[in-house]
């Protein structure tokens, strides 16, 4: 099981990025996906998530409306569409299945998002 994030990048205020995460290793279209967020020296932060399908989509209070959850189940591909960034979106971003049997969830690397003047 591999999950792999990339699109992260150092940004202005007010921008917008584009994240990834490819899975491989599993039967992507079978599981939700979510992203979480970890800032330097705070606990994870979870942000959105999207069911198996992608019909559904949740997200935390603090992105609603200015991040997007989609995925690609083609492409075995989940992506977060981020606007109007904000130096409190400034954390290291990560993908994991919302659910897993016999572990802990799968989860990629992560991709770095800081943002600042």
């Known amino acids: 099981v591999q999950l792999v994030e990339s699109g992260g990048g150092s940004v202005q205020p007010g921008d917008s990025l584009r994240l990834s995460c490819v899975g491989s290793?599993?039967?992507?279209?079978?599981?939700?996906m979510e992203w979480v967020r970890q800032a330097p020296g705070k606990g994870p932060e979870w942000v959105s998530l999207?069911?198996?399908?992608?019909?559904?989509?949740h997200y935390a209070d603090n992105v609603r409306g200015r991040f997007t959850i989609s995925r690609d189940n083609a492409k075995n591909t989940l992506y977060l569409q981020m606007t109007g960034l904000r130096p409190e979106d400034t954390a290291l971003y990560y993908c994991?299945?919302?659910?897993?049997?016999?572990?802990?969830?799968?989860r990629g690397q992560g991709t770095q998002v800081t943002v600042s003047l």
């Open positions: 994991r299945t919302t659910s897993w049997t016999g572990g802990p969830l799968p």
């Open positions: 290793g599993f039967s992507f279209d079978m599981y939700g």
């Open positions: 999207i069911n198996a399908r992608g019909s559904t989509a």
